[in-house]
């Protein structure tokens, strides 16, 4: 545990970072998963300025998105690691951005296709108010073993959205978006789940003290063998 967001998002980019060195540095390039959000600013923030990581080795994959946001829309997730990533660090080897503006469909066959190729070695995620998991909403599909799906966004989710004040009522939030499934997060090598903020502390509660399940999509983290979770004094609160 960390006493406060900046502490937290440095103990988990610290992490990232070294993961991505060590898999540079043993097959001479690292596959990762980026998540955006507000939980993973401090932590992208660190990476950005770790000048040792050598980003022509890195091959990036990209959480979720909205289906039929456009990418000028402050809530774009392409346009959040556009603008707070990628246009900050030097070019990587390839980047995989979902775009929810094209079929839906077409767009999750593609990437399927393209992440199949890539084991990924370090997946960067965090936990919705709702205990989601990317977009994945309870009752989470935990059996699908298709790489990116297109998902209902329950009210729970598209509150916290609006909440955090990406758009102005709910009405604005997509009703659906494509996801990451939770089987192939799961595959990752590490995952590192950042969780900041106490409006997080009882999706956290549920995430760790709960038996597995699909309506606290999250829990399923109980089960992999090398996953971290950084928390805050304000997530952790009620553990």
């Keep these: 545990m960390n006493k406060n967001v900046p502490d937290l998002g440095h103990a988990a980019g610290t992490l990232t970072s070294a993961l991505i060195k060590q898999a ?15 939980s993973q600013f ?5 990476l950005i300025n770790d000048k040792e990581i050598d980003w022509s080795g890195v091959v990036m994959f990209h959480l979720d998105e909205y289906i039929g946001l456009p990418e000028s829309h402050p809530a ?24 929810g503006e094209t079929d839906p469909e077409a ?12 084991p990924i ?12 998991l990317a977009f994945n909403d309870p009752p989470a599909d935990f059996d699908t073993e298709i790489p990116y799906i297109i998902v209902n966004l329950d009210e729970a989710c598209r509150r916290q959205q609006m909440g955090e004040g990406w ?8 009703a659906q978006a494509i996801s990451m499934s939770v089987q192939q997060i799961m595959k990752s090598k590490h995952i590192i789940c950042s969780v900041p903020d106490k409006r997080k502390a009882e999706a956290v509660r549920n995430c760790l003290k709960n038996e597995v399940s699909n309506l606290f999509p999250s829990s399923i983290l109980q089960q992999h063998a090398h996953c971290d979770i950084f928390l805050d004094e304000d997530s952790a609160s009620l553990l």
């Design 24 to 38: 540079i540095r043993e097959k001479g390039q690292a596959n990762v998963i980026l998540a955006t959000g507000a």
């Design 42 to 46: 401090e932590t992208l923030r660190y």
């Design 76 to 99: 774009s997730f392409r346009k959040y690691l556009k603008e707070r990533f990628l246009i900050q660090v030097p070019a990587l080897k390839e980047i995989h951005l979902i775009n």
């Design 107 to 118: 767009e999750c066959k593609k990437l399927s296709e393209a992440i199949a190729k890539y």
């Design 121 to 132: 070695d370090v997946a960067l995620v965090g936990i919705g108010e709702n205990g989601h």
């Design 167 to 174: 758009f102005n009522t709910i009405d604005e939030v997509p």
